[in-house]
C-alpha cells in the first residue's frame, strides 16, 4: 500500500512545499499501474508541484513588482535629496521690500531719534521756600539728560542753582530728590546725583560735535514751561556761537546754534542727532523781548564741555 504523508506539526505553512514532494514519491513508490490507465493520470496530477512553471510565472511576476516599487521609492529619495533649494534673487528681494513699504508705515527719523534718547531724559525742578518762608514753592523747571545709569545727570546751572530741594522724574515716573555733585558756571552746567533710580536706567549715547555741520539735523527733547516729555526737530544753524544773557549775567561761547522749537523749561535737555545721539545740552533762546519764547534761534553746549564738567574723557 501507499505510504502516507507525515508532517509536523511544527512546520509552518511556509513548509508544505517538502510535503508535497513526500505525496509524490508517495505515490511513485506504489506499484505502478497500467500504462494509460485512470491511476496514472492521477499519478501526474498528484506529482504535478506547486512550483509549475505558472507558479514561477506568478512569483517573479511578484518579485518585478516588488522591485519596481523599491525602484521608484530611491529614485523618489534620490531625487529630494539631489534638488537643489531655489535661489532667493536680487528680484525677490526688491519684490518683499516693495510690498513692506506699500502695506507698512515708517516712523519718522525724528521719531526714532525721541524713542532712543527718551528713557534718558528726566524732568527736573529746583524747589525753594516762598518769601514767607512757610511754603516750599518751585524755583525753577528745567529738563536733564542721564549720562551715567548710576544716576548722573546733566543739566543746567541756572535751572537748579539756589534751590533747597532738587527733585527728579524719570522716564518711568519714578520721583526722586537729587544733589549738585560738580557745577561749570562758565558752561551753565551742573551735575546732579539721584538719590534713587530705576533699576533698568538707560544712559544716553554722546557723540562728538566734531563732524557736525550747518543743515544737519537735530531735535530737542524736554519739558518747556513744565510740559512734556516734549520733542521738536529742526537742523543745526550754526557752530561757536556766543551768548550773552539778557541781565547780561552769563557770557557763553562756542554754542551750537539751533533752530528746533526750545522754551523756558527746555534748559538743561539733550539735543540730539537722529541717531538719538547727545551732541549738546539746550542752554538758552535768544529773544530780544521780555516775552522769553522761542522765534527761532536756540543755544546748546556743545557735549564735549558737558562731558569734562563731570570729568568724562574727551571722544
Not at 22 to 36: H, K, L, Q, Y
Not at 85 to 112: M, N
Amino acid at each position: 500500500m501507499p505510504r502516507p504523508a507525515l508532517y509536523s506539526s511544527s512546520r509552518s505553512a511556509r513548509s508544505r512545499t517538502p510535503a508535497v514532494m513526500d505525496a509524490t514519491e508517495a505515490v511513485a513508490s506504489a506499484a505502478p499501474p497500467a500504462e494509460g490507465s485512470a491511476a496514472t493520470s492521477a499519478a501526474t496530477a498528484a506529482a504535478t508541484p506547486p512550483n509549475s512553471r505558472a507558479f514561477k510565472r506568478q512569483l517573479v511576476a511578484l518579485w518585478t513588482i516588488v522591485v519596481l516599487l523599491a525602484a521608484l521609492l530611491v529614485a523618489s529619495a534620490w531625487h529630494n535629496t539631489r534638488s537643489p533649494a531655489r535661489k532667493i534673487t536680487q528680484d525677490d528681494i526688491d519684490a518683499a521690500v516693495l510690498r513692506t513699504l506699500e502695506t507698512t508705515t515708517p516712523p519718522s527719523a525724528a521719531a526714532r531719534a525721541v524713542e532712543s534718547i527718551g528713557p534718558s531724559v528726566v524732568r527736573v525742578v529746583g524747589y525753594g521756600r516762598s518769601k514767607n518762608g512757610k511754603e516750599e514753592v518751585e524755583r525753577g523747571i528745567g529738563t536733564g539728560v542721564v549720562i551715567v545709569d548710576k544716576g548722573v545727570i546733566l543739566t543746567n546751572l541756572h535751572v537748579v542753582a539756589g534751590s533747597d530741594r532738587i527733585g527728579i522724574t524719570f522716564h518711568d515716573g519714578l520721583e526722586t530728590t537729587a544733589s549738585i555733585t560738580g557745577v561749570q558756571p562758565e558752561n551753565d552746567l551742573a551735575v546732579l546725583q539721584a538719590h534713587k533710580v530705576p533699576d533698568d536706567l538707560e544712559a544716553a549715547t554722546l557723540r562728538s560735535t566734531q563732524n557736525l555741520r550747518p543743515g544737519d539735523h537735530v531735535v530737542a527733547v524736554g519739558f518747556p514751561f513744565g510740559i512734556g516729555p516734549s520733542a521738536s526737530a529742526g537742523v543745526v544753524s550754526g557752530l561757536q556761537r556766543e551768548f550773552t544773557s539778557p541781565e547780561g549775567k552769563r557770557q557763553l561761547s562756542n554754542l551750537i546754534q539751533f533752530d528746533a522749537a526750545a522754551n523756558p523749561g527746555n534748559s538743561g535737555g539733550p539735543l540730539v542727532t537722529l541717531d538719538g545721539e547727545v551732541v549738546g545740552i539746550v542752554t538758552a533762546i535768544l529773544n530780544p523781548t521780555q516775552a522769553r519764547t522761542f522765534i527761532g534761534i536756540g543755544f546748546a553746549v556743545p557735549i564735549e564741555n558737558a562731558a569734562s564738567a563731570v570729568g568724562m574723557p574727551p571722544f
